[in-house]
Protein backbone atom coordinates (compact mmCIF):
# COMPACT_ATOMS: atom_id res chain seq x y z
CA UNK A 1 0.00 0.00 0.00
CA UNK A 2 1.10 3.36 -0.82
CA UNK A 3 -0.28 6.78 0.83
CA UNK A 4 1.11 9.86 -0.34
CA UNK A 5 -0.36 13.37 0.81
CA UNK A 6 0.81 16.49 -0.04
CA UNK A 7 -0.26 20.42 0.55
CA UNK A 8 0.02 23.37 -2.05
CA UNK A 9 -0.61 26.77 -1.03
CA UNK A 10 -3.14 27.94 -3.60
CA UNK A 11 -6.68 26.58 -4.57
CA UNK A 12 -6.67 26.72 -8.57
CA UNK A 13 -8.47 25.21 -10.71
CA UNK A 14 -7.26 24.16 -15.17
CA UNK A 15 -7.75 27.10 -17.01
CA UNK A 16 -9.28 26.89 -20.90
CA UNK A 17 -6.11 26.47 -23.12
CA UNK A 18 -5.87 29.81 -25.05
CA UNK A 19 -5.93 30.45 -28.65
CA UNK A 20 -4.42 32.93 -30.99
CA UNK A 21 -5.94 33.75 -34.06
CA UNK A 22 -3.56 35.18 -35.83
CA UNK A 23 -1.21 32.45 -35.79
CA UNK A 24 -3.61 29.37 -34.56
CA UNK A 25 -1.14 28.68 -32.18
CA UNK A 26 -3.09 26.98 -28.76
CA UNK A 27 -1.03 27.54 -25.50
CA UNK A 28 -2.02 26.81 -21.75
CA UNK A 29 -2.37 29.96 -19.69
CA UNK A 30 0.73 30.59 -17.69
CA UNK A 31 -0.73 30.40 -14.11
CA UNK A 32 -1.78 27.10 -14.65
CA UNK A 33 1.15 25.87 -15.91
CA UNK A 34 3.06 27.41 -12.77
CA UNK A 35 0.32 26.01 -10.49
CA UNK A 36 1.01 22.25 -12.04
CA UNK A 37 4.97 22.61 -11.74
CA UNK A 38 4.11 23.74 -8.16
CA UNK A 39 2.10 20.53 -7.80
CA UNK A 40 4.32 18.04 -9.60
CA UNK A 41 7.17 19.58 -7.57
CA UNK A 42 5.35 19.26 -4.36
CA UNK A 43 4.87 15.65 -5.00
CA UNK A 44 8.38 14.73 -5.75
CA UNK A 45 9.53 16.55 -2.42
CA UNK A 46 7.20 14.38 -0.09
CA UNK A 47 8.71 11.32 -1.97
CA UNK A 48 6.19 10.49 -4.16
CA UNK A 49 6.81 7.70 -6.31
CA UNK A 50 5.29 6.62 -10.01
CA UNK A 51 2.43 3.63 -9.37
CA UNK A 52 2.94 0.56 -11.38
CA UNK A 53 0.84 0.65 -14.58
CA UNK A 54 -1.23 -2.44 -13.20
CA UNK A 55 -2.70 -0.72 -10.20
CA UNK A 56 -6.10 1.65 -9.37
CA UNK A 57 -5.13 4.52 -8.09
CA UNK A 58 -7.16 6.99 -5.60
CA UNK A 59 -7.17 10.69 -5.24
CA UNK A 60 -8.95 12.56 -2.69
CA UNK A 61 -8.32 16.90 -3.06
CA UNK A 62 -9.44 19.17 -0.41
CA UNK A 63 -9.74 22.73 -1.17
CA UNK A 64 -9.84 25.38 1.87
CA UNK A 65 -10.00 28.81 1.54
CA UNK A 66 -10.73 32.15 3.57
CA UNK A 67 -13.81 34.24 3.22
CA UNK A 68 -12.83 37.15 1.68
CA UNK A 69 -11.91 40.21 3.64
CA UNK A 70 -14.53 42.38 1.11
CA UNK A 71 -17.63 40.49 3.26
CA UNK A 72 -19.14 41.77 6.39
CA UNK A 73 -17.56 41.03 9.44
CA UNK A 74 -20.11 39.62 11.22
CA UNK A 75 -20.40 36.37 8.77
CA UNK A 76 -18.20 33.77 9.96
CA UNK A 77 -18.54 31.29 7.31
CA UNK A 78 -20.24 30.56 3.91
CA UNK A 79 -19.95 27.97 1.54
CA UNK A 80 -17.74 27.97 -1.28
CA UNK A 81 -19.68 28.04 -4.25
CA UNK A 82 -17.15 30.38 -6.09
CA UNK A 83 -14.79 29.93 -8.84
CA UNK A 84 -12.53 27.40 -9.47
CA UNK A 85 -15.17 24.90 -9.77
CA UNK A 86 -14.32 21.10 -8.28
CA UNK A 87 -13.99 19.50 -11.50
CA UNK A 88 -11.51 22.01 -12.52
CA UNK A 89 -9.66 21.77 -9.52
CA UNK A 90 -9.77 18.03 -10.52
CA UNK A 91 -8.58 17.96 -13.53
CA UNK A 92 -5.45 20.95 -12.80
CA UNK A 93 -4.36 18.09 -10.07
CA UNK A 94 -4.59 14.85 -12.31
CA UNK A 95 -2.94 16.43 -15.26
CA UNK A 96 -0.09 17.91 -12.96
CA UNK A 97 0.59 14.61 -11.64
CA UNK A 98 -0.10 12.51 -15.09
CA UNK A 99 3.42 10.91 -15.92
CA UNK A 100 4.62 11.92 -12.60
CA UNK A 101 2.32 9.82 -10.05
CA UNK A 102 0.67 7.23 -12.79
CA UNK A 103 1.06 6.24 -15.86
CA UNK A 104 -1.71 7.49 -17.43
CA UNK A 105 -4.59 9.44 -15.43
CA UNK A 106 -6.98 6.13 -16.87
CA UNK A 107 -5.52 4.55 -13.80
CA UNK A 108 -7.18 6.88 -11.76
CA UNK A 109 -10.74 5.03 -10.09
CA UNK A 110 -11.50 7.30 -7.81
CA UNK A 111 -11.54 11.29 -7.57
CA UNK A 112 -13.01 12.94 -4.93
CA UNK A 113 -13.31 16.99 -4.88
CA UNK A 114 -14.23 18.88 -1.48
CA UNK A 115 -14.31 22.39 -1.41
CA UNK A 116 -14.52 23.11 2.53
CA UNK A 117 -16.80 26.05 3.31
CA UNK A 118 -14.89 29.42 3.74
CA UNK A 119 -14.06 30.13 7.11
CA UNK A 120 -12.87 33.38 8.25
CA UNK A 121 -9.22 33.91 9.03
CA UNK A 122 -8.04 30.60 6.90
CA UNK A 123 -5.03 29.71 5.20
CA UNK A 124 -5.69 29.02 2.13
CA UNK A 125 -4.37 25.63 0.44
CA UNK A 126 -5.11 22.01 -0.82
CA UNK A 127 -4.26 18.61 0.51
CA UNK A 128 -3.90 16.31 -1.90
CA UNK A 129 -3.79 12.34 -1.43
CA UNK A 130 -2.76 9.80 -3.46
CA UNK A 131 -3.09 6.24 -2.47
CA UNK A 132 -3.04 3.03 -4.44
CA UNK A 133 -2.26 -0.51 -3.42
CA UNK A 134 0.59 -2.78 -4.20
CA UNK A 135 -0.19 -5.66 -6.59
CA UNK A 136 1.06 -8.93 -5.37
CA UNK A 137 3.10 -10.69 -7.45
CA UNK A 138 0.65 -13.71 -6.89
CA UNK A 139 -2.00 -12.09 -8.52
CA UNK A 140 -0.05 -11.29 -12.11
CA UNK A 141 -0.39 -13.98 -14.83
Not at 2 to 25: A, Q
Not at 34 to 47: F, P, T, V
Not at 125 to 139: K, R, S, T, V
Request: hydrophobic content about 40%; proline content about 6%; charged content about 35%.
Amino acid sequence: MKDISIEVPFVRGKDRPRFIRKTGRVYTPLKTVQAMKSIRDAYLEAGGEKAPSDVAVYMHITAVRPIPKSKPKKLEWEFDLFKPDADNIGKLVMDALNGIAYGDDAQVVELSVHKCPRIKDMREHMLIWIHWEEADEGDRD
